[in-house]
């Protein structure tokens, strides 16, 4: 985390830094935290296909299965060929069907 911090001292709009800062934060499951680092990610590239499908599981992992749904469902539009971004889909529609 804190060499992450330091590239983002330096340059706060740096994407690399900036998604692997949100990666790490949900690998500790802090998802809301990790949600601000993509969502700063997608601010400057919008299609940014990590950020989004990082988005896209911690969106998943916090039950928001309705949100989770439309980030996924945004990736394969980007790229109808990202199996990770289709199998979560299917997780994400079995959880919505089920609640």
Do not use: C, W
């Not at 740096?14 to 802090?30: E, F, H, Q, T």
């Not at 700063?40 to 039950?63: F, M, Q, R, W």
């Amino acid at each position: 985390m804190k060499d992450f911090d330091e590239v983002l001292k330096r340059d706060p709009e740096n994407v690399p830094a900036l998604n692997n800062k949100g990666l790490a934060l949900a690998n500790l499951g802090k998802y809301e935290e990790a949600i601000q680092y993509f969502d700063a990610v997608l601010k400057i590239k919008p299609d940014h296909i990590n950020a989004l499908y990082n988005k896209g599981l911690a969106l998943s992992n916090l039950k928001r299965y309705s949100e989770a749904f439309q980030i996924f469902n945004k990736v394969l539009e980007i790229n109808p060929k990202y199996t990770p971004a289709t199998k979560a889909m299917v997780r994400v529609l079995k959880e919505l069907k089920n609640s």
